[in-house]
């Protein structure tokens, strides 16, 4: 089964400062790679994926996340981080081929003002 | 922008009653998930669904729990006999094809037990 690690329960970073969520996965073959985030009582949002391509991927709200092969990582930035970036982001991955996605445990992301 | 959507936002229930929580996923996606999620952690797959049949489940997913897409549009997640452990969010997700072009979630129904 194919699985991904975020290492990191908690975040904190100052409004202004470049963040880095970080992930790591274990899956055979060519990984499909996700982050979602999820705000307050809301749902899962999709931020960004790699498929296949440019290691450096770009997402939504100024997002991207780069993926280094030789380290199986696939963390996850942003140049300038904001106080409404904060939030809880997930890294999943297929469970096994296509689907379902299994999720990492979370980082609860804290931008300070 | 499309929405999959879930009814109720908030069900509250007694320990050993049956629930349906409900989903209405985007109108041209073919796969459809439940997840669940407790106190704000670990997002946990349940199951999926294609072709009007479970296609994957996860050891989660006993018997107490059953899907069904009762028409067109609804897809819906029963437990039969709720747990105290049963108390989380649950999730409803759809994508329009298999996971590598990822899912749309639902904002989810918070689910009580007492």
Not at chain 2, 38 to 57: C, P, R
Request: aromatic content about 14%.
């Amino acid at each position: 089964a194919q699985s991904v690690a975020q290492p990191e329960d908690q975040v904190n970073v100052a409004e202004g400062n470049p963040l880095t969520v970080k992930c790591t996965y274990s899956v055979s073959g060519n990984p499909y790679l996700f982050w979602y985030v999820q705000y307050p009582n809301r749902g899962l949002q999709f931020l960004l994926k790699y498929i296949t391509g440019d290691n450096l991927v770009k997402g939504s709200y100024g997002f991207e996340a780069e993926f280094n092969k030789s380290q199986t990582s696939f963390h996850l930035k942003k140049p300038s981080a904001l106080v409404s970036d904060s939030a809880l982001y997930f890294c999943a991955v297929p469970y096994s081929g296509n689907t379902p996605l299994v999720f990492g445990k979370g980082t609860r992301l804290s931008v300070i003002a | 922008e499309p929405e999959v959507t879930q009814t109720p936002s908030h069900q509250v229930t007694q320990m050993g009653q049956e629930v349906i929580l409900r989903c209405v996923p985007i109108s041209n996606h073919l796969y459809f998930y439940w997840y669940r999620q407790i106190l704000g952690q670990k997002v946990e797959f349940l199951v999926s669904f294609y072709n009007n049949e479970i296609s994957e489940k996860s050891e989660i997913f006993d018997d107490q729990f059953s899907v069904e897409r009762p028409d067109g549009s609804n897809f819906t997640l029963k437990i039969r006999s709720t747990k105290l452990e049963d108390s989380a969010m649950y999730f409803c997700a759809s994508s329009e094809e298999t996971g590598a072009y990822g899912y749309t979630f639902g904002s989810g129904t918070r689910l009580t037990v007492v």
